[in-house]
């Protein structure tokens, strides 16, 4: 089953690629850069991997990525990523980034934008990995910083199939945001958001009725509100869910318990990612294989889940045929 799964052509849809920082990198870049990390080895970072929720994750995973100063620390970052995920047997990336932390510590917009894409081009013409960017926003900081930072990269706009809204969730409702996903509804940008993660159900609706997404990153919470299931199901509207970070971060206590099987039965569009595959145990393979061990699914569900990624992908309409 393991060799089939890797085999199946998947699709990765929700992937922050500052997540995918692996401690060799980390160690590497900080050295590069003369930033100072707070641990003596590799092996120190990874015993730091104990999270008790997405806070002390997302505490973490910013003090990492500060290691990232330069256009080719991005494409280095990428590039990794990108050899992963092709021994994975991923086909196609969305990968998200966090551009305001890059510019707190004093980046210009370029040196993310440049250097990511240089490595999409790179694993397009190495791997036949089709890609695409998504600039999301950091919840737990204010609109008006957000709307600054949607207008300053102006420049870019045209080169992001989206926007999307991650970080620290709770406490940080999607109507907060509302004039953002506005401005970016006017600008001609799709729009995701994180939701129903660690945040109630309301958070997915608030996020489909305020911030007008066309998917909801996670989402598994969802089940706690029968009418919302009516709705997402009657719109297919897509969930991008994450077993392996949800497990990490004590969304739900081992997998066997995860509402996966039931978001299934209830006829959802389900997405498998993996988030943050350097935090959280591995890559688009990694969960496939833990779903497998956990639930027993057959090729059937496999192909089904991998399909929903594919219809559901910022892709041309040939090579998503070429695809499905
Ligand atoms: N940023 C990176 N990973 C995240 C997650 N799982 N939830 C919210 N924000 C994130
Ligand atoms: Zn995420």
């Given at each position: ?25 980390m160690f590497e870049l ?166 129903g993660e660690e945040g ?125």
């Amino acid at each position: 089953m393991k060799t089939w799964l890797k085999a199946l052509p998947k699709a990765e849809l929700h992937l922050h690629i500052e997540g995918t920082l692996e401690p060799e990198l980390m160690f590497e870049l900080a050295a590069r850069n003369g930033v100072t990390l707070p641990y003596a080895s590799i092996d120190e970072v990874r015993a730091a991997y104990e999270f008790s929720n997405l806070q002390s994750f997302l505490d973490l995973y910013y003090q990492g990525m500060a290691v990232l100063h330069t256009e080719q620390d991005f494409f280095e970052l990428a590039m990794a990523y990108f050899d992963r995920a092709h021994a994975d047997g991923v086909v196609h990336v969305e990968l998200s980034f966090d551009p305001q932390p890059h510019l707190l510590r004093g980046l210009e917009p370029s040196v993310p934008f440049e250097g990511l894409e240089r490595a999409m081009r790179e694993a397009e013409q190495r791997y036949d990995i089709s890609s695409a960017l998504i600039m999301s926003f950091v919840r737990d900081r204010s609109a008006e910083e957000a709307m600054t930072v949607l207008e300053q990269t102006r420049a870019w706009h045209h080169r992001l199939a989206a926007i999307g809204l991650d970080s620290a969730e709770l406490g940080n409702p999607p109507e907060k945001f509302a004039a953002v996903f506005e401005r970016a509804r006017e600008l001609g940008i799709p729009r995701l958001a994180h939701a129903g993660e660690e945040g109630p159900a309301t958070y997915i609706s608030g996020a489909m009725d305020a911030l007008g997404v066309c998917r909801i990153d996670h989402g598994v919470r969802c089940l706690e509100d029968p009418a919302l299931v009516e709705r997402l199901k009657s719109e297919q509207m897509p969930l991008t869910v994450c077993p392996l970070s949800n497990v990490y971060l004590k969304v739900v206590e081992r997998l066997e318990n995860h509402p996966l099987p039931g978001l299934l039965e209830q006829g959802l569009k389900v997405t498998l990612n993996s988030d943050d595959p350097a935090y959280f145990g591995g890559g688009m393979l990694n969960n496939f294989i833990a779903c497998h061990d956990a639930f027993g699914w057959d090729q059937a569900t496999f192909r089904q889940l991998a399909r929903n990624a594919l219809e559901e992908a910022f892709m041309n309409d040939e090579r998503r045929s070429r695809l499905l």
